[in-house]
């Protein structure tokens, strides 16, 4: 096992060292209460060198190997010495894991005396004057939305948090929950009814007196933007905040920090303009305010006639219909507007219509820009189109989050720790500490105590063709299938598009029927992600098939997964406009843009994707990364040099005998 690296050179032992040595030690508290708990160098010296950022109040970047234990060695620190601490993670999944599991775990073995909430964004919450109109309206549109209020209406009166998540019965993507959760925009606020027991209003509040505060990614950069989930409260008074999962951050944050406009929006508005002055305002003719509204909305998203469409403004062709039309939405929702503003005091509920209306024409305003100069309105910013079959959303992305990100960081000293066990590119952060405006700023790898070289096998495939020619996924299955009947199924097919989990699927289905091979074939889309790896995990000898989803936070430990296959290297797709920008001004400035982003990016996609084959020291297992531009290309040795050091071979005999010589299962 590779020794561990010292972290930064210390004049002196921290502060808590011999503390974190006790607490994680043999004979420490964690053992007990996590039943296999082993003691781990790693572990504990991130958790020195996290309880030193807390102490110092400064920042610090922790890349953890999987199979480090990050979890304790940021919540223990935190637990004792954090003071007032956010913890940030990916996904609402992960968040409920730390919030049911991992923190009351910690808690116990520590005899911690803290008080910990979790904060989620407000759909999550049943909102009691949205499900007390939907009941009074009763405009359900199947049978399904029937059985599903009478199941919220009944789990409103026993919960105490609200939280969609604890209502199993309900799919969370349900679409009756759009008609019993509130938005930004429709919540009354204070003039609401059931103002004293919202369940928003009661997380924020258990929230801002808790010692430790559990939120996601998406809500703490919705925060930052729009100061409406509650984090902005709890910043101030915040000492430590702990991103995980932090390589996820750049897009989330590129995502809030921009600005989104959808024709859906507007006619969402629309049909509630409708709605309300009807009902409040019934002197005006409403059905022909709006409907001049629909129909530009509509107008707009036809100027393009494909079903999907990614284009930049400077893609756009100057005589395209794309700008007339949007000067006629912009001139008709100003119009609809105009009128609001006349009714608005009839009723809150006109209130709000004008404010989102008003809100709306903004953005659509501040779509300012000049289709014949190459960068629209400065190089801050690119201005993007994307077309779905029925909408169209008009972005404005940042070019660079760190400026902004650099920002919210400013002002009171607090401890930032950022940790994932993906972040650096052959121990190198600058990629991630550049994105998100850290540069300077302490880092540190742990390595997994995993033994790779005994555990695993990295296999590329000799004799395919290059990853852009026709027939690549076939090419791929042909060479996999010897190796999935060899594996016993046990395989994680993962694509780096739908398109191929589309063909992946078809193909294997045929090649199991013909061969008489009995592995259960579990293929994104047919099922929620939890179902399929439930089913997959129960099946021990299935093969699931799936894209980016799967290629992160998914943890299937022991015999049922043995085989990883990566399809091809996953690069961003060359047509994204906000990319294409970014690197066009990185070109500028004399960098080579490959070099620089789109190479670092998909080797932590890639490090992510490969986490998913080793993840306990009984596990063993290959993988295989189909993709020749690993041996042909020149970065291909940067590549391989930052995934884990598993034993590399180009033989496909060495593979199938690897499989042969695995212990029995359940031996």
Not at 129 to 157: A, C, P, W
Not at 175 to 195: F, H, K, P
Request: with cysteine; charged share 25%.
């Amino acid at each position: 096992m590779p020794a561990d690296v010292p972290a930064e050179p210390q004049a002196a032992p921290g502060k808590h060292d011999a503390d974190i040595e006790r607490l994680f030690g043999a004979g420490g508290p964690l053992g007990p209460a996590v039943g296999s708990y082993k003691p781990r160098r790693s572990q504990t010296e991130m958790a020195k060198a996290i309880a030193s950022a807390i102490d110092s109040q400064t920042t610090l970047i922790a890349e953890a190997g999987t199979g480090t234990g990050k979890t304790f060695a940021y919540l223990v620190p935190a637990l004792m010495w954090g003071g007032k601490t956010i913890v940030s993670t990916g996904t609402k999944n992960l968040q409920d894991q730390l919030f049911l599991r991992d923190i009351p775990t910690v808690r116990a073995a520590l005899q911690a005396p803290v008080s910990v909430a979790l904060l989620k964004g407000r759909s999550n919450y049943v909102c009691h004057y949205h499900l007390e109109r939907t009941l009074q309206n009763g405009r359900m549109t199947s049978r399904d939305d029937v059985g599903h209020l009478r199941e919220i209406s009944r789990f409103i009166k026993m919960t105490s948090s609200g939280d969609k998540a604890e209502l199993a019965k309900v799919p969370e993507n349900a679409m009756i929950w759009n008609l019993v959760t509130s938005t930004r925009d429709t919540c009354m606020g204070a003039e609401c009814q059931y103002y004293q027991d919202c369940f928003v209003m009661k997380a924020r509040k258990e929230a801002q007196q808790a010692d430790v505060v559990v939120v996601n990614h998406h809500l703490f950069f919705a925060d930052v933007a729009l100061k409406d989930t509650g984090v902005a409260e709890l910043l101030p008074s915040a000492n430590t905040i702990i991103f995980d999962e932090a390589h996820q951050l750049p897009d989330t944050a590129t995502l809030f920090f921009g600005n989104t406009v959808s024709t859906s929006q507007i006619l969402e508005l629309c049909r509630d303009v409708l709605a309300e002055g009807l009902a409040h305002a019934r002197g005006i003719d409403w059905a022909k305010t709006v409907t001049v509204v629909e129909k530009a909305a509509r107008d707009l998203r036809l100027t393009f006639p494909q079903d999907i469409v990614r284009l930049s403004l400077p893609q756009i062709a100057p005589s395209s219909d794309f700008f007339p039309a949007l000067d006629t939405l912009k001139d008709e929702l100003d119009g609809m507007v105009a009128v609001l503003e006349t009714q608005a005091e009839r009723a809150e509920t006109l209130e709000q219509c004008r404010v989102r209306g008003v809100e709306l024409a903004q953005q659509l305003s501040g779509w300012k820009f000049d289709p014949k100069a190459k960068v629209a309105a400065g190089e801050e910013a690119v201005f993007w189109v994307e077309a779905f079959s029925s909408s169209l959303q008009l972005h404005k992305t940042p070019l660079s989050i760190a400026p902004i990100f650099n920002n919210q960081r400013e002002g009171t000293p607090r401890s930032w720790i950022f940790t994932s066990a993906t972040l650096a590119v052959k121990n190198d952060f600058k990629h991630f500490s550049e994105q998100m405006g850290l540069t300077g700023e302490p880092s540190h790898t742990w390595p997994s105590p995993f033994d790779y070289g005994q555990q695993g096998l990295l296999f590329v495939p000799q004799n395919l063709p290059q990853p852009n020619s026709l027939g690549y996924t076939d090419a791929v299955i042909d060479c996999a299938l010897p190796i999935i009947e060899a594996a016993g199924g046990r395989t994680f097919f993962l694509c780096t598009t739908l398109r191929a989990v589309k063909r992946a699927a078809e193909r294997l289905a045929d090649e199991f029927k013909q061969r008489g091979l009995n592995f259960p074939l579990f293929v994104q889309g047919e099922k929620g992600r939890t179902e399929l790896l439930d089913q997959f995990r129960a099946a021990g000898n299935g093969v699931l098939i799936g894209s980016q989803s799967f290629w992160e936070g998914v943890d299937v430990r022991g015999d049922a997964l043995s085989l990883v296959i990566i399809d091809k290297l996953p690069f961003a797709p060359p047509d994204d406009p906000v990319l294409a920008a970014r690197i066009e001004v990185m070109e500028k400035q004399g960098k080579n843009g490959f070099m620089h982003h789109s190479l670092p990016e998909a080797i932590i996609n890639l490090k992510q994707g490969a986490g998913r084959l080793i993840r306990d020291e009984g596990d063993r297992g290959v993988l295989m990364i189909c993709d020749p531009r690993l041996i042909s290309k020149p970065y291909g040795k940067r590549i391989w040099q930052s995934l884990p050091p598993f034993k590399r071979t180009r033989d496909t005999a060495e593979v199938v005998e690897f499989f042969r010589n695995l212990p029995a299962r359940g031996a």
